[in-house]
């Protein structure tokens, strides 16, 4: 993981059923991003997003990922 962000709009408690929607926000070569967004009873409670780099465990240079290697093995 590269960033981090969270935007708290209310608080949640220890027993509240939460739902957390997760989607890819952006995919662009080595780097991606997760957007989310955290629900309760229908109503957003918290936001945020993560950005993330892949690379090969033998080289720390970012690399492309895997779904824009079209079928490649890497």
């Keep these: 993981m ?11 408690a220890f027993d509240d059923r939460l739902r ?3 989607r890819v926000g952006e995919l662009r070569g080595a ?3 997760f957007d989310y967004e955290i629900t309760r009873d229908g109503e957003v409670i918290a936001d945020g997003w993560t950005s993330h ?3 090969r465990r033998e080289d720390p240079a970012p690399d ?10 890497r």
Excluded at 2 to 12: F, I, M
Excluded at 64 to 73: I, K, L, T
């Design 2 to 12: 590269l960033e981090s962000h969270v935007r708290y709009r209310q608080p949640a």
């Design 64 to 73: 492309a990922h895997p779904a824009d290697s079209g079928g490649r093995d």
């Design 20 to 22: 957390v929607h997760a």
């Design 31 to 33: 780097r991606f991003r």
């Design 53 to 55: 780099a892949c690379r």
